[in-house]
């Protein structure tokens, strides 16, 4: 929703907030800068600066939306390898969080700008090279996210039934077409343990407590739906490596898991739980997490049909079946750790294995039907980097950066680069990165968000001040973006998604969701998308 | 979105018409649709390069509807839903402050993971405005950080 703009604005301030004037203003100054910066500023006035995002998620969208706001010129096509856009806006954040989804709003914003061009449906890396799009870019920035999750390392993890990465279930029940043929088995008793601490494993406690009844009216896939309104699991474990002061979850995903009705939330040990005097002085985020965990739930254990727990100081060893049933899941076993005995509720204390008088490890066996994994998420090296000078960082899983979204080099073989501390890192010119990719896959959309501005505002800087950040030097590209990279894709076969497919794809599922009484009835496969334009 | 550092315009100034005392960077905005209402109450937004922007405003308008009309620099990722934490502002006098309704859980909730929190801390779609806050002023924190010393870890 915006307001009309007002009229009645002195100079000063049409210039700053209205738009136009400052606009010309900025132009103006581009083409009138001297010589040693003519490269850019070829750019800049005589033809459209032009920028392949990467991933069509939250940290594309931002950065885009800055990008087109702040540089007059730049012509951005966002690249993306489903049909359909917003990345872990649609397939990641919870179904029964519509209001976090508003910002798909904003999104649609940008992409309703002359130019912004959306690629979907083309897969960068494999189904098509990345060196196809650098001829005819003058900057490509990475937001495509993180594509796997981090394994646990344990034995049974890799069984094909009732243990689950907690990224493929919630893809699962997001309609994300990569795990549409998960179906989890939660049939085979009554509870569900997840390994992990973070928003994500709460994500996943609260689709497999919540009445199925309200989930109905949401997005959510319905075969999701049908597959939990049969589900028997009555007890979910969220278990920890270390204690309560470590946990990755933010307050508003424990206070609604705390909130469910009928749901019960088994108290924390007072042994575990850091004493009053420690809580009172922490810093107010975590005190008032603190405060809220060691608060509970007021729902009464005795009427409530299902129940939760934060188990803590444990690391997982291994998983077990049944003997008599091979085919279920009976427990998972761990060792205990303990914390740190001089200094136990220190937040960046280390926890360390407790050790039985007998020297042995102290273990526990937690019954488990159903095994979620939930450890964070991992970034991948997109195939083809290293032909564009990218020397992916496996060990972070992050593309290397200079803090500000600026790719930067390891072999010291591209630009030299002063930062703030005196030292000397080298970028790699016209390369940015933003969002998971670039910082790691944590926080929420808010930090995703100010990090990817962070990024737009350096390439815009970089075009104004620099005189060689630029993927070519002058006159070396086709300045043609995606008009450049088409007849390539269509070689290969591709059939690229533009805005307009997308919106059909929107409106049909729309259209299925009414029919259904939900927001939107999602198509769980890549066809089903492409049915819809191509009929 | 249009923001960015001020620059003077080379431009003749539009006519302007009320403020009889006015300076660069204040002066009266504020949406035409409120244009006829009676009830007018003030309030400054300071921005994050420290430019100061005073407006008019009717009772019942959020402090994020309020700085989206104007075009200042402040995010509504959620739509005003008040499940991020995006329009995060700080309220300038800690009395102005204490006379405002007590954030609710779920937005104290939300401004705890918010960049540069303060003691008076809010966010923008949560404060309605009403005639004990004329005379208001928030600073909208810097959105972009700066860079840190973490940022170079392990290169």
Same mark, same amino acid.
């Given at each position: 929703?915006?307001?009309?703009?007002?009229?009645?604005?002195?100079?000063?301030?049409?210039?700053?907030? @209205?738009?136009?004037?400052?606009?010309?203003?900025? &132009?103006?100054?581009?083409?009138?800068?001297?010589?040693?910066?003519?490269?850019?500023?070829?750019? =800049?006035?005589?033809? %459209?600066?032009?920028?392949?995002?990467?991933?069509?998620?939250?940290?594309?969208?931002?950065?885009?939306?800055?990008?087109?706001?702040?540089?007059?010129? *730049?012509? $951005?096509?966002?690249?993306?390898?489903?049909?359909?856009?917003?990345?872990?806006?649609?397939?990641? +954040?919870?179904?029964?969080?519509?209001?976090?989804?508003?910002?798909?709003?904003?999104?649609?914003?940008?992409?309703?700008? %002359?130019?912004?061009?959306?690629?979907?449906?083309?897969?960068?890396?494999?189904?098509?090279?990345?060196?196809?799009?650098?001829?005819?870019?003058?900057?490509?920035?990475?937001?495509?996210?993180?594509?796997?999750?981090?394994?646990?390392?344990?034995?049974?993890?890799? *069984?094909?039934?009732?243990?689950?990465?907690?990224?493929?279930?919630?893809?699962?029940?997001?309609?994300?077409?990569?795990?549409?043929?998960?179906?989890?088995?939660?049939?085979?008793?009554?509870?569900?343990?997840?390994?992990?601490?973070?928003?994500?494993?709460?994500?996943?406690?609260?689709?497999?407590?919540?009445?199925?009844?309200?989930?109905?009216?949401?997005?959510?896939?319905?075969?999701?739906?049908?597959?939990?309104?049969?589900?028997?699991?009555?007890?979910?474990?969220?278990?920890?490596?270390?204690?309560?002061?470590?946990?990755?979850?933010?307050?508003?995903?424990?206070?609604?898991?705390?909130?469910?009705?009928? +749901?019960?939330?088994?108290?924390?040990?007072?042994?575990?739980?850091?004493?009053?005097?420690?809580?009172?002085?922490?810093?107010?985020?975590?005190?008032?997490?603190?405060?809220?965990?060691?608060?509970?739930? !007021?729902?009464?254990?005795?009427?409530?049909?299902?129940?939760?727990?934060?188990?803590?100081?444990?690391?997982?060893?291994?998983?077990?079946?049944?003997?008599?049933?091979?085919?279920?899941?009976?427990? =998972?076993?761990?060792?205990?750790?303990?914390?740190?005995?001089?200094?136990?509720?220190?937040?960046?204390?280390?926890?360390?294995?407790?050790?039985?008088?007998? @020297? /042995?490890?102290?273990? $526990?066996?937690?019954?488990?039907?159903?095994?979620? &994994?939930?450890?964070?998420?991992?970034?991948?090296?997109?195939?083809?980097?290293?032909?564009?000078?990218?020397?992916?960082?496996?060990?972070?899983? +992050?593309?290397?950066?200079?803090?500000?979204?600026?790719?930067?080099?390891?072999?010291?073989?591209?630009?030299?680069?002063?930062?703030?501390?005196?030292?000397?890192?080298?970028?790699?010119?016209?390369?940015?990165?933003?969002?998971? $990719?670039?910082?790691?896959?944590?926080?929420?959309?808010?930090?995703?968000?100010?990090?990817?501005?962070? !990024?737009?505002?350096?390439?815009?800087?970089?075009?104004?001040?620099?005189?060689?950040?630029?993927?070519?030097?002058?006159?070396?590209?086709?300045?043609? @973006?995606?008009?450049? +990279?088409?007849?390539?894709?269509?070689? &290969?076969?591709?059939?690229?998604?533009?805005?307009?497919?997308?919106?059909?794809?929107?409106?049909?599922?729309?259209?299925?969701?009414? /029919?259904? @009484? /939900?927001?939107?009835?999602?198509?769980?496969?890549?066809?089903?998308?492409?049915? $819809?334009?191509?009929? | 979105?249009?923001?960015?550092?001020?620059?003077?315009?080379?431009?003749?100034?539009?006519?302007?018409?009320?403020?009889?005392?006015?300076?660069?960077?204040?002066?009266?905005?504020?949406?035409?649709?409120?244009?006829?209402?009676?009830?007018?109450?003030?309030?400054?937004?300071?921005?994050?390069?420290?430019?100061?922007?005073?407006?008019?405003?009717?009772?019942?308008?959020?402090?994020?509807?309020?700085?989206?009309?104007?075009?200042?620099?402040?995010?509504?990722?959620?739509?005003?839903?008040?499940?991020?934490?995006?329009?995060?502002?700080?309220?300038?006098?800690?009395?102005?402050?204490?006379?405002?309704?007590?954030?609710?859980?779920?937005?104290?909730?939300?401004?705890?993971?918010?960049?540069?929190?303060?003691?008076?801390?809010?966010?923008?779609?949560?404060?309605?405005?009403?005639?004990?806050?004329?005379?208001?002023?928030?600073?909208?924190?810097?959105?972009?950080?700066?860079?840190?010393?973490?940022?170079?870890?392990?290169?």
């Amino acid at each position: 929703m915006r307001l009309e703009r007002a009229s009645l604005v002195c100079a000063h301030c049409t210039a700053r907030i @209205g738009g136009r004037p400052l606009l010309s203003a900025v &132009r103006l100054s581009v083409s009138l800068w001297p010589s040693p910066r003519r490269l850019n500023s070829d750019v =800049a006035s005589t033809r %459209p600066f032009r920028v392949a995002i990467v991933g069509s998620g939250p940290a594309g969208f931002y950065a885009a939306s800055r990008l087109l706001a702040k540089q007059q010129s *730049a012509v $951005v096509d966002m690249y993306e390898k489903l049909p359909v856009p917003f990345g872990l806006a649609r397939y990641g +954040v919870a179904p029964d969080h519509p209001e976090v989804k508003n910002c798909e709003e904003k999104f649609t914003e940008v992409a309703s700008s %002359p130019r912004f061009n959306f690629v979907g449906n083309v897969d960068l890396g494999n189904d098509l090279p990345l060196s196809s799009l650098k001829p005819h870019y003058d900057a490509i920035l990475f937001a495509y996210g993180s594509s796997k999750d981090k394994e646990l390392g344990i034995p049974g993890e890799q *069984a094909l039934r009732s243990v689950y990465s907690a990224r493929a279930f919630v893809g699962w029940y997001n309609g994300l077409p990569e795990h549409r043929d998960l179906e989890p088995d939660l049939t085979s008793g009554e509870d569900a343990v997840i390994v992990g601490q973070g928003n994500v494993a709460l994500d996943v406690a609260r689709i497999l407590l919540s009445d199925v009844d309200a989930l109905r009216s949401t997005d959510i896939a319905d075969y999701a739906l049908q597959t939990l309104s049969k589900s028997r699991i009555k007890r979910v474990r969220v278990v920890g490596r270390r204690g309560p002061l470590q946990v990755a979850f933010t307050i508003k995903e424990a206070r609604e898991l705390l909130k469910l009705p009928s +749901v019960s939330f088994d108290p924390i040990p007072g042994n575990i739980m850091p004493p009053e005097s420690v809580i009172s002085a922490l810093p107010r985020a975590q005190k008032r997490l603190m405060q809220l965990l060691a608060k509970g739930s !007021t729902n009464d254990p005795k009427t409530a049909t299902k129940s939760w727990s934060l188990d803590f100081l444990l690391a997982p060893e291994c998983l077990h079946w049944s003997p008599m049933y091979p085919y279920h899941l009976s427990h =998972a076993k761990f060792s205990r750790n303990e914390l740190d005995p001089s200094d136990p509720y220190n937040p960046s204390s280390k926890v360390s294995p407790k050790l039985m008088s007998s @020297g /042995k490890r102290a273990q $526990v066996n937690i019954p488990a039907s159903v095994f979620f &994994r939930s450890v964070g998420y991992k970034s991948l090296p997109l195939p083809g980097l290293e032909d564009l000078g990218i020397q992916f960082d496996a060990n972070r899983g +992050v593309i290397p950066n200079d803090g500000f979204g600026r790719v930067t080099s390891l072999s010291n073989s591209g630009e030299p680069q002063q930062l703030p501390d005196g030292s000397l890192i080298s970028t790699v010119p016209g390369l940015y990165c933003a969002g998971w $990719v670039k910082r790691g896959p944590t926080g929420v959309i808010a930090s995703t968000m100010t990090d990817a501005f962070t !990024t737009a505002d350096a390439i815009v800087r970089d075009l104004a001040d620099s005189h060689n950040s630029l993927l070519h030097a002058p006159g070396q590209s086709s300045g043609l @973006g995606w008009d450049g +990279v088409r007849d390539e894709a269509e070689a &290969r076969g591709l059939r690229a998604t533009s805005w307009q497919d997308w919106e059909r794809i929107d409106a049909a599922e729309r259209e299925c969701g009414q /029919k259904k @009484g /939900k927001v939107r009835d999602k198509f769980g496969r890549v066809q089903e998308m492409l049915d $819809v334009i191509l009929k | 979105m249009a923001g960015g550092n001020p620059v003077q315009s080379a431009q003749n100034p539009p006519a302007v018409v009320a403020s009889p005392a006015l300076v660069h960077g204040v002066c009266t905005v504020f949406p035409r649709s409120h244009y006829t209402a009676e009830a007018r109450i003030n309030v400054s937004f300071i921005d994050k390069d420290g430019t100061r922007i005073d407006l008019q405003v009717a009772e019942g308008d959020n402090l994020l509807d309020i700085a989206q009309a104007n075009d200042l620099e402040m995010e509504g990722a959620c739509g005003g839903s008040c499940a991020c934490s995006t329009c995060h502002v700080v309220v300038e006098d800690p009395d102005m402050f204490d006379k405002m309704e007590e954030p609710s859980d779920d937005e104290n909730d939300m401004l705890d993971l918010a960049f540069g929190l303060t003691e008076t801390s809010r966010l923008g779609c949560q404060v309605l405005m009403n005639k004990e806050l004329d005379g208001l002023v928030v600073r909208l924190p810097a959105m972009t950080r700066n860079l840190q010393a973490s940022d170079f870890e392990g290169k």
